[in-house]
């Protein structure tokens, strides 16, 4: 296979949590070879466990990689560029893919690049939807994350708004755990919430008052730990009132209630970034932009708002954590120059890159 590095073959890994990830791109963005592979092994603990994860890389990297490569029928040696996720993220898990990716990059003699997870989050809807490229608003949201961003370009980011607290994942992850229900949470919550009656019990929207003004720092921020706290007040009272078996009967309400109540918060702040910076394509992004309801309620409120609005998303796939986005967020960085030395770390906090100035409070994982 002949190289041309105009548009290089990628191979994007990705392990800063509990996914097993490797990707083959090629310039095109065809993705000729995916695999992802999720750790079972948190399900026991409601919630990942960093030294498991780290071990459960580290057991798999080698047989994920080769699946990938096997898939996209090419070799090791055909590949033109190493991206890895080098944060934010487990240090233990992140360190997996950064130190198999170094000892390859050097190996095969190949540039190493570096990724923020979340900016590869920010490239995902862009493998399967060509026009999600800035400019565009975006909301990213993670177990770890939530960012509000303008885009203006790629690799040029405004930050409007992130949680204050918990991030929106763990918001579903924790409410799920209250309501003993599987982790991940997110796809628990949606799953019982389809049974539930949204409008059965009354959850604050936190953050969000309509006396708000852009000139305040909380028009745009997020916050999700005053929500968590109203449902364990509405778990005790239901079950006091009703017993276990009551509870039981309320759950599909409860977690509806929460979800509308947390999708609310999400899509309106949004909103407020596309009148505020008169920006009507709306990209999401990160774990939670696989929830139907925040889907469905993106594109009915901002239809409703500007009917030329366009909301962009991956498929769930691509949502969820995934090495090829790793590998495209690898090319765009490649193409700027952003190659890493072999003494390249991983970071448990890696700043967004591209903000221009505005400083990004990173708020480790829980
Ligand atoms: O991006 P991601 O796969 O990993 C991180 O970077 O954290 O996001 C994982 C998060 C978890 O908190 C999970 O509960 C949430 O995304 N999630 C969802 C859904 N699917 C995954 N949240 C709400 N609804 C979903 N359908
Ligand atoms: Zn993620």
Redesign the pocket.
């Known amino acids: 296979m002949s190289r041309d590095l105009a548009r290089p073959l990628v191979l994007g890994l990705e392990t800063s ?1 509990d996914e097993t990830s490797v990707a083959v791109l090629a310039g095109d963005d065809t993705i000729l070879g995916h695999v992802i592979l999720s750790q079972d092994v948190h399900e026991v603990y409601g919630g990942v466990v960093p030294e498991l994860a780290a071990r459960a890389h580290l057991q798999k990297i080698d047989a994920v990689v080769d699946e990938a490569l096997r898939r996209a029928g090419v070799r090791l040696a055909d590949i033109d560029v190493i991206g890895v996720t080098a944060g934010p993220g487990l240090i233990g898990a992140l360190l997996v893919g950064v130190c198999w990716a170094k000892a390859v990059a050097y190996g095969l003699g190949r540039p190493l690049v570096p990724v923020h ?1 979340m900016e590869a ?1 920010l490239f995902a809807p862009s493998l399967e939807q060509p026009d999600a490229v800035p400019p565009f608003v975006s909301l990213l949201v ?3 994350h939530t960012l509000l961003l303008h885009a203006e370009e790629w690799g040029s980011y405004r930050l409007l708004g992130q949680t204050r607290d918990d991030a929106a ?2 918001a ?2 924790k409410v799920a755990k209250l309501l003993g229900l599987p982790y ?4 628990s ?2 799953r019982v919430a389809e049974a539930g009656d949204a409008g059965r019990h009354r959850l604050p929207r936190p953050m969000l008052r309509r006396n708000q003004t852009p000139a305040g720092d909380d028009f745009y921020d997020f916050s999700f730990s005053g929500l968590k706290t109203a449902v364990v007040e509405l778990v005790r009272a239901v079950e006091k009132g009703a017993g276990p078996q009551g509870l039981q009967r309320e759950t599909p309400n409860i977690a509806a209630a929460f979800q509308a109540a947390a999708v609310d918060v999400l899509v309106t702040k949004t909103l407020r970034a596309v009148e505020q910076t008169g920006c009507s394509r709306v990209v999401l992004g ?3 932009s ?2 139907a309801l925040l889907r469905r309620e993106m594109a009915r409120r901002l239809h409703a708002a500007d009917p030329s609005g366009k909301v962009f998303h991956a498929s769930p796939r691509l949502s ?2 995934n090495g090829a986005m790793v590998a495209r967020a690898a090319r765009f960085r490649f193409e700027r120059g952003d190659v890493a030395d072999l003494d390249a770390s991983a970071s448990a906090s890696l700043p967004f890159p591209g903000l221009g100035g505005s400083d990004l409070r990173v708020i480790p994982r829980a």
């Open positions: 949590c997870h989050h993670s177990g770890g994942g763990e579903f992850d991940p949470g997110g796809p919550i949606q990160g774990g939670v696989a929830n969820l954590d």
